[in-house]
């Protein structure tokens, strides 16, 4: 039996709420579940409430025993500070080749070279030429 920790969406229609639930792989979305984790609420403006809760320990030992969290679940476990950063590689076109720039996982921009003093550190070791040759000729 595969434990996955994922969430179950609980709410009305157009205002989700989640749960962060362990359940087996097999199992439907909301059907049944091993133990409920904590919650997600992805509008909180609209009830004043918290984003997010989680019962760390029951997290780290279902983590300790081998479940996996998807991929949202990873991401939140991410905000929270319990896994590191979910790998990331920026969308190209569709179809198309993938962009491998490295991403930031907290905003899901590409990061570009460091800026100093106005210029852009570019590495030209292989570029350079010698003075030596460029006056000879």
């Known amino acids: 039996m595969v434990v996955r920790l994922r969430l179950s969406r609980f709410g009305c229609r157009n ?7 362990a359940a087996d792989s097999r199992s439907p979305r ?3 579940h091993l133990e409920v984790l904590g ?3 992805p509008l909180p403006g609209q009830d ?3 984003r997010m809760g989680l019962n760390f320990d029951r997290v780290k030992y279902w983590l300790s025993v081998g479940a996996q969290p998807s991929e949202p679940v990873q991401r939140l476990l991410f905000r929270a500070g319990l896994l590191p950063p979910p790998p990331m590689l920026a ?3 569709k179809g198309g080749p993938r962009d491998t720039r490295p991403v930031d996982p907290m905003t899901g921009r590409v990061l570009t070279p460091e800026k100093t003093n106005g210029k852009l550190e570019v590495d ?3 570029d350079e030429a010698d003075p030596e040759e460029s006056s000879n000729a």
């Open 15 to 21: 205002k989700p709420f989640y749960r962060v639930m």
């Open 30 to 32: 909301d059907g049944k």
């Open 39 to 41: 919650y997600y609420n």
């Open 48 to 50: 004043d409430g918290k």
């Open 91 to 93: 969308m190209g076109r």
């Open 124 to 126: 030209t070791e292989g």
